[in-house]
């Protein structure tokens, strides 16, 4: 069964390199395309949609916004089951001054090149950095900047008040960009951050390998 990876903003098919899937199940990573102008997050999830094989089966895990992605796709096109991790499945999770920020054009105060040049000067300053900090700065830098403008204002914007099933959500305690008090995780990572997929790995994979082994649909293939 092919399993659909959505990454964060500022992320790629990279944020996923330390999972891994159970025996039976195939993943495959959608890769971010241009967003049209104005385009609200609703809109453009459903074109990333068409990345995905309809035809059979499949399972969709988003990541941060990439679970925001899942929850509308999901909605329109319904995958066997949908995970999301360091994500939210409704708008009402999102913090308050997420929208605050774009009422005052936040994304237009910062430039995003002085926010890659910060994010430069740490990592410079740490040592020796880890090889996920190390992808956590490579993704960022090689991130589209039009991209992560328009994402920065969908995100707030965003309406979303249903909850696709079956559902889970798996949360770090200590996530600082999307609280886990805000939200209602079916599965949380105690200590865990929010980039969790790549500081407590083998946690996130037990739990995968926990919901997808046990989905009713599961088609085992031979050994």
């Known amino acids: ?14 944020a996923f390199s330390y999972l891994t899937l159970p025996k039976g199940f195939c993943p495959v990573h959608i890769n971010w395309i241009p967003p049209h102008n104005k385009e609200t997050l609703r809109a453009y999830a459903l074109r990333l949609a068409d990345q995905i094989d309809r035809s059979d089966p499949f399972v969709l895990i988003g990541l941060s916004m990439g ?5 509308e796709i ?15 499945p409704v708008a009402a999770h999102l913090p308050r001054y997420y929208k605050a920020a774009v009422k005052i054009k936040a994304n237009n105060l910062v430039p995003l090149s002085l926010v890659k040049a910060a994010v430069r000067i740490k990592y410079a300053l740490t040592s020796p950095p880890s090889p996920a900090r190390r992808l956590i700065y490579d993704m960022l830098q090689d991130g589209n900047d039009q991209f992560l403008k328009w994402a920065m204002v969908a995100v707030p914007e965003w309406d979303n008040d249903k909850v696709p099933y079956p559902f889970f959500q798996i949360h770090g305690t200590k996530d600082k960009v999307l609280p886990i008090h805000l939200t209602h995780p079916t599965h949380d990572v105690p200590k865990a951050g929010h ?28 050994s």
Not at 1 to 9: C, D, K, R, T
Not at 67 to 71: D, E, I, K, L, P
Request: charged content about 10%; glycine content about 4%.
């Open 67 to 71: 679970g925001m992605m899942a929850v």
């Open 1 to 14: 069964m092919n399993v659909y990876f959505i990454s964060g903003m500022g992320a790629d098919h990279r």
């Open 74 to 88: 999901a909605k329109q096109f319904p995958p066997v089951c949908t995970i999301l991790i360091s994500s939210i």
């Open 195 to 222: 980039t969790l997929v790549m500081s407590h790995p083998a946690t996130i994979n037990a739990i995968l390998s926990e919901i997808l082994s046990s989905l009713p649909n599961f088609r085992k293939v031979p």
